[in-house]
Nanobody, 123 residues
């Protein structure tokens, strides 16, 4: 059973940056796609970014394209989300997840989830 632990969240002013990390234990993630999702209060969980097993292919939500970058270090069993030019509407709990194949963008394609890390962007 894989355990995913997110870190790096916090409070930042609009225009600032944060780097989220997702560390995996219990199983190597090197053969699986990984994704980041977020959920704001009163809203459904939404796709943010995904990366295939090798790191060659990525996908992003339109709302974060050009500002966020997903990457992975399979040797460290870790996935990252670099978030730049943050906006108040990026405020949410951010979750990482491990998928099964491809570069999935829907929550149902992911079988393992972390507990989430809070990101708050002040205006």
């Amino acid at each position: 059973q894989v355990q995913l632990v997110e870190s790096g969240g916090g409070l930042v002013q609009a225009g600032g940056s944060l780097r989220l990390s997702c560390s995996a234990s219990g199983r190597t993630i090197s053969m699986y796609p990984m994704g980041w999702f977020r959920q704001a209060p009163g809203k459904e969980r939404e796709f943010v970014a995904a990366i295939n097993w090798s790191g060659v292919s990525t996908d992003y939500a339109d709302s974060v394209k050009g500002r966020f970058t997903i990457s992975r270090d399979n040797a460290k069993n870790t996935v990252y989300l670099q978030m730049n030019s943050l906006k108040p509407e990026d405020t949410a709990v951010y979750y990482c997840a491990m998928g099964r194949m491809g570069v999935p963008t829907t929550p149902s394609a992911y079988g393992h989830w972390g507990q989430g890390t809070q990101v708050t962007v002040s205006s």
